[in-house]
């Protein structure tokens, strides 16, 4: 009496079988692969809010603090020929729309023309003192390269807009989503309108929640 044959056909030897084995095993460690790397990479922030910075004295501060406002992100310095339009600009919409639904965040970076030599604490005294300053201005972060800063790294890829010199501003909504961007060169008094309609928004919708 011969054997039953079995449920499934044996696989053969021979040099197809063995170019088969070669490709399902590369297939199961490229799967491997990527499922490793996944799990590795942090999770992708959903909200500029979400994340940590420093602040001039090099401590740590949660950008949580502000959300429910709208915020004004902007990387600064201190010996640009653009210095004093902006840092004047910045100033008048803090005082116009702050502090309880509007703030300016400023991070200064010497990555465009060494325009900012200026340790953290030294820019914060000189815009306070040159500009009577009242917005926070954070600790000096780099903006290119991999070290980039990740909470304006989280700016310039929901943006598709990296700065290229000093004073790029990205206008952020009370959740934390990027809404628009500009341009160094473009005059302070442009972002205005597009603020004040932010936070008209905003009040809206929290007298309508009430």
């Given at each position: 009496m011969e054997p039953p044959e079995p449920l499934a056909p044996r696989l053969r030897s021979g040099p197809r079988a063995k170019v088969l084995a070669v490709l399902l095993a590369l297939a199961l460690g490229a799967g491997t692969l990527l499922?490793?790397?996944?799990?590795?990479?942090?999770?992708r922030a959903r909200s500029f809010y979400a994340f940590e910075?420093?602040?001039a004295a090099g401590r740590p501060v949660s950008l949580e603090k502000f959300r429910g406002k709208v915020t004004l992100v902007a990387n600064v310095a201190s010996d640009c020929r653009l210095t004093d339009s902006n840092y004047a600009g910045l100033q008048a919409l803090q005082r116009e729309f702050g502090p309880f639904h509007f703030?300016?965040?400023?991070?200064?970076c010497n990555q465009f023309g060494e325009a900012?030599?200026?340790?953290?604490?030294?820019?914060?005294?000189?815009?306070?003192?040159?500009?009577?300053?009242?917005?926070?201005?954070?600790?000096?972060?780099k903006i290119l390269g991999p070290e980039a800063e990740?909470?304006?790294?989280?700016?310039v890829d929901?943006?598709?807009k990296e700065p290229r010199w000093n004073f790029w501003k990205y206008l952020v909504s009370p959740e934390g989503h990027v809404v628009r961007s500009w341009r160094p060169e473009e005059?302070?008094?442009?972002?205005?309108?597009?603020?004040?309609?932010l936070i008209r928004q905003?009040?809206?919708?929290?007298?309508?929640d009430l």
């Open positions: 499922l490793l790397q996944l799990s590795a990479r942090p999770p910075v420093r602040d703030s300016v965040l400023a991070f200064p900012e030599p200026r340790p953290s604490r030294e820019v914060v005294s000189f815009a306070r003192s040159t500009y009577g300053v009242t917005f926070p201005i954070f600790h000096k972060i990740p909470a304006f790294r989280f700016l929901s943006s598709n005059p302070v008094d442009a972002i205005r309108p597009e603020v004040a309609d905003m009040i809206v919708r929290k007298r309508e």
